[in-house]
């Protein structure tokens, strides 16, 4: 449970940053929102949607 929450955490500074025009890791992104999915599938459509998105912008 901690892991999920410091993962949780993370994902959120990740899309801060995104969110403000900083540069960040979205490889990192993507791997957190992707684990997040298999994890709590509560919330599994928006972290795939989040995953998506930043798979599809690494390229």
């Keep these: 449970m901690i892991q999920l929450l410091s993962d949780m955490r993370r994902l959120s500074e990740l899309l801060e940053?995104?969110?403000a025009g900083r540069p960040f890791d979205r490889h990192q992104a993507h791997?957190?929102?992707a684990q997040?999915?298999?994890a709590c599938p509560e919330m599994g459509q928006?972290?795939?949607r989040?995953?998506?998105r930043m798979r599809?912008?690494?390229r």
């Design 17 to 19: 940053d995104e969110c």
């Design 31 to 33: 791997s957190i929102a």
């Design 36 to 38: 997040l999915a298999e």
């Design 46 to 48: 928006t972290m795939r």
């Design 50 to 52: 989040i995953s998506e």
């Design 56 to 58: 599809g912008e690494m």
